[in-house]
């Protein structure tokens, strides 16, 4: 059977990952007076260190074949936040993205929501593309059902009116940053097997 891509990682539970938002942002100082000036770019993403716990072999085995059939990054897997699973804000509604012209917005634009609902800081939405994102600020939908949603990281692609966000189970596209994972295998024949990952752009 053919590798199609994004995969999906096998079900074993990560020891620990450190996910690391990227931002582009640059600074000049002068030398004369130390006067900053900031400069706030549109590159944003995800960056993430996955480590797995230690496995014997049959189990170790899947990430291991999974890894190869990534092929480094040339392929791609989907891979979300497992803590952050089920929403701690209610999220009622259908809710679908509100205008197409989003691109690069650090807004995004929602309706479809049931009113009152409320969506919290540190809440995921998954947009089309499998596009994973976190809202930075609280938010209670109107009585239209609308709700303006800060998030990160911007939006990276041209959004259709009405597509529609998932708010559970969450899931975002990544390739492998840097080569094919590798694995060590202990005297005991304990597997350690861990990788870097990014936001696939």
């Given amino acids: 059977m053919a590798i199609t891509y994004p995969l999906t990682p096998p079900a074993t539970v990560a020891k620990s990952i450190k996910f690391s938002p990227v931002t582009v942002v640059a600074e000049s100082v002068s030398p004369f007076t130390l006067e900053q000036e900031i400069f706030e770019h549109q590159g944003q993403m995800w960056r993430a260190t996955i480590q797995l716990p230690p496995m014997e072999h049959a189990e ?33 509604g259908t809710p ?5 012209d989003q691109q690069r917005s650090k807004v995004l634009n929602t309706k479809g929501w049931t009113p009152g609902a409320t969506m919290l ?3 995921y939405i998954q947009l089309p593309n499998n596009r994973l994102h976190k809202i930075m600020v609280d938010a209670v939908a109107d009585g239209g059902g609308l709700a303006a949603l800060d998030i990160f990281p911007r939006v990276r692609d041209v959004l259709s009116d009405g597509a529609a966000i998932l708010t559970s189970n ?10 094919v994972p590798a694995w060590d ?5 304990i597997y350690g097997i861990s990788f870097t990952a990014r936001e696939d752009n």
């Fill in 185 to 189: 295998i202990g005297e005991a024949q």
């Fill in 60 to 92: 170790a085995e899947e990430w291991v074949a999974w890894g190869l059939a990534l092929n480094g990054k040339a392929g791609t897997f989907l891979f979300g936040d497992p803590t952050g699973e089920t929403a701690r804000g209610t999220m009622a």
């Fill in 121 to 123: 800081a540190g809440d």
């Fill in 170 to 179: 969450t899931v975002g596209i990544w390739r492998i940053d840097g080569d």
């Fill in 96 to 100: 679908l993205i509100d205008g197409a």
